[in-house]
């Protein structure tokens, strides 16, 4: 059974930084992807970037790019999301998903599993 477990959820003020963890287990192999979603109130969610396990190779949503790196410790079953420059529209509760897929210029991961999410606030 996959299991993801998220943290390093918190507030933090507009332009301050925070880094999410999620700890991944239950794959035979590590020929997947991870991805974190958010949701926002009264919002649609957004698939906000993804990471190839076997080669690291990452995508970002528009919303995010150049601000968020995703990253992994693969001895560790952890993927990692960094999160700078923070703006209020951030605020969310952050999901990590896997398996997902990237087509389209979109993240996809209706078919994984899904974390227990963890709030972020970015207070103005």
């Known amino acids: 059974e996959v299991q993801l477990v998220e943290s390093g959820g918190g507030l933090v003020q507009t332009g301050g930084s925070l880094r999410l963890a999620c700890l991944v287990s239950g794959f035979t192999s590590d020929g997947y992807s991870v991805g974190w979603f958010r949701q926002a109130p009264g919002k649609e969610r957004e698939g906000v970037s993804c990471?190839?396990?076997?080669?690291?190779?990452?995508y970002y949503a528009d919303s995010v790019k150049g601000r968020f790196t995703m990253s992994s410790d693969n001895a560790k079953n952890t993927v990692y999301l960094q999160m700078n420059s923070l703006k209020p529209e951030d605020t969310a509760v952050y999901y990590c998903?896997?398996?997902?897929?990237?087509?389209?210029?979109?993240?996809?991961?209706?078919?994984?599993?899904w974390g227990q999410g963890t709030h972020v606030t970015v207070s103005s």
């Open positions: 998903v896997a398996p997902v897929t990237y087509y389209g210029g979109k993240i996809w991961g209706d078919f994984g599993s």
């Open positions: 990471l190839s396990v076997p080669d690291g190779t990452t």
